[in-house]
């Protein structure tokens, strides 16, 4: 019986959204009062007013866009990039940061008898509601439980052997690595799980050209670093703290080694 339930893939950032829609709310309540004439100009109160207006309409407008993003944005733009990959139907992929299985859920639907393993440490100030079970639940909602295993880890020392997976990707999740080095370590780790042939695709707001650099350094080849006109427009907007892009790439085959063997 089909399951009619919608799946819940959570509110990204939503510490962030909170405090946006805070500066939001406060930018209106100048507004208003300074149309309702309870503040000219003039007055001192001016000075923190007027530019609360304009920072709230840009926070404001970037909390629904992260809002809409979050609900229905993430869901169209994960199947584009899933596209980038050439899905053959047996894969074995691995979601790093998979939080309630957006990208997990998406693969397991792309494959036939390969499998589909996520590992998330389900930290709550990260993604609403994230935990290995809302995750599980949207897997029976979305009818791939079957092909879908849920794992309890760090990205920096992720529990596989070498060459595990076809697929490993990680989306939103690596800049939440505050530390630039751990952050190569989480990427290196990735890399050391990927299987001769492999292909890596990693999406984030952060650090991709950083992330491309060390997968070249391990090893990947064709590795490209791509952000698109709006991820610029992101950049600008948010000073420089945000910069939307993708990283891509394959682990070469050695044939010296397959030819001697």
Known sequence: MKDNRTPNYGLDAPVAVRNMLVVAAFGIISLITRLLGVWSRQDAIAVIARPLMLAGLGFGAMALWMIYDSKIGKIRERERYLDKINWKGHERVLDVGCGLGLF???????????????????????????????????????????????????????????????????????????????????????????????????????????????????????????????????????????????????????KTSSSAA
């Open 104 to 254: 997990l859920i998406g693969a397991a639907k792309r494959l036939s008898t390969g499998r589909a393993v996520g590992i998330d440490k389900w930290q709550q100030e990260d993604l609403s509601g994230n935990n290995a079970e809302g995750t599980i639940r949207n897997a029976l909602i979305e009818d791939v439980a079957d092909k879908v295993e849920v794992n309890t880890g760090d990205a920096r020392h992720l529990p596989f052997a070498d060459a595990s997976f076809d697929v490993v990707l990680s989306s939103m999740a690596l800049h939440n690595i505050y530390n630039a080095d751990e952050r190569q370590t989480a990427v290196r780790e990735i890399a050391r799980v990927l299987a001769p042939g492999g292909r890596v695709l990693i999406i984030d707001v952060r650090y991709t050209s950083t992330y491309a650099a060390t997968l070249r350094d391990a090893g990947l080849t064709d590795v490209r670093c791509v952000q698109g006109v709006f991820p610029y427009l992101l950049t600008l907007i948010t000073f420089g703290s945000l910069g939307w892009g993708y990283v891509i790439g394959t682990r070469v085959i050695d």
